[in-house]
């Protein structure tokens, strides 16, 4: 059921199915709901799925002041919109960008969540230096995207090191995340790096050890960087288990569907409290 929410000046999409405990879904940047479909029928057995496009992307509005996307107002709008969707505390799984919201929500708000699944995410950068860089590396990205328009920047995106584990894949794999990464407005994409990229993020290393939550760390094996991310966060969670799935990179669920769905049940359908 596909539903819009208002939620701070902003209409936010969300598409709900099943019933059950609440499992909200934050897709990555440059994505929306459609990439999570291939799973939601399984999910909505046993659980009231509720499936976010984040600021600027998919059907949700698209503000035009970069500000507006700063993660403290995302994490207003992630509040309201928990409230009106779960009865109570939910399950909250995010890849990347989605990822990195998702652990600055369960850090911030444990008690709104009984678990928390990270897909190829990562609690930011540490040093100022860092991060520093990365906010003009962003600025530069988001400049370009406004310039060039969605087309030549999803070419750009398309090409970088991050996908090369995807050429194997099947071309209408591949066509359907194409048709998916276009349908996304420029403006929502840039002012998602000025707001909420990596480099305006807070680091979240110094509170992973304070986060008691059953936590899912998800991560390909051909994706070095963030399988030592990941194997490092995992060393400092309290209740956290990693898989690092072979022959996948960064986009897991899109490169090994089937093991990532068998995780996912295994984490949370399979756990004592949802059998």
Same mark, same amino acid.
């Given at each position: 059921?596909?539903?819009?929410i208002a939620i701070n000046g902003v209409t936010y999409h969300l598409e709900e199915a099943g019933t059950g405990d609440? *499992? ?67 399950? *909250? *799984? ?28 990562? /609690? ?37 090191p991050l996908w090369a584990s995807q050429s194997s894949l099947a071309a209408d794999t591949l066509a359907a995340q ?14 998602? *790096?000025l707001g909420m990229g990596t480099g305006v993020q807070p680091s979240l290393w110094h509170q992973l050890a304070n ?34 799935? /072979? ?29």
């Amino acid at each position: 059921m596909n539903n819009k929410i208002a939620i701070n000046g902003v209409t936010y999409h969300l598409e709900e199915a099943g019933t059950g405990d609440t *499992l909200i879904v934050l897709h990555g940047f440059t994505g929306s709901t459609a990439q999570w479909q291939p799973f939601v029928d399984a999910w909505a057995q046993h659980f009231h799925v509720v499936l976010v496009d984040l600021l600027g992307h998919g059907q949700t509005d698209v503000p035009e002041s970069a500000s507006r996307y700063r993660l403290k107002h995302v994490r207003r709008d992630l509040l309201k919109l928990i409230d009106a969707v779960s009865d109570g505390p939910a399950h *909250l *799984l995010g890849y990347s960008m989605g990822g990195r919201i998702a652990l600055y929500m369960a850090v911030n708000h444990p008690n709104l969540f009984q678990s928390l699944i990270l897909e190829s995410a990562s /609690p930011g950068l540490e040093s100022a230096e860092d991060r520093q860089q990365r906010v003009e590396s962003d600025t530069a990205l988001a400049q370009r995207i406004q310039n060039e328009g969605i087309e030549a920047f999803v070419n750009f995106w398309e090409s970088i090191p991050l996908w090369a584990s995807q050429s194997s894949l099947a071309a209408d794999t591949l066509a359907a995340q194409r048709s998916q990464r276009l349908a996304n407005n420029p403006v929502g994409l840039a002012n998602s *790096l000025l707001g909420m990229g990596t480099g305006v993020q807070p680091s979240l290393w110094h509170q992973l050890a304070n986060l008691s939550l059953p936590t899912l760390l998800i991560c390909g094996a051909l994706d070095t960087k963030f399988t030592a991310i990941n194997q490092r966060m995992n060393d400092l969670l309290p209740q956290s288990q990693l898989v690092i799935v /072979p022959d996948a990179g960064h986009n897991v669920h899109l490169e090994q569907p089937e093991v990532f769905a068998k995780q996912i049940e295994t984490f949370l359908i399979s756990s004592p409290e949802n059998t």
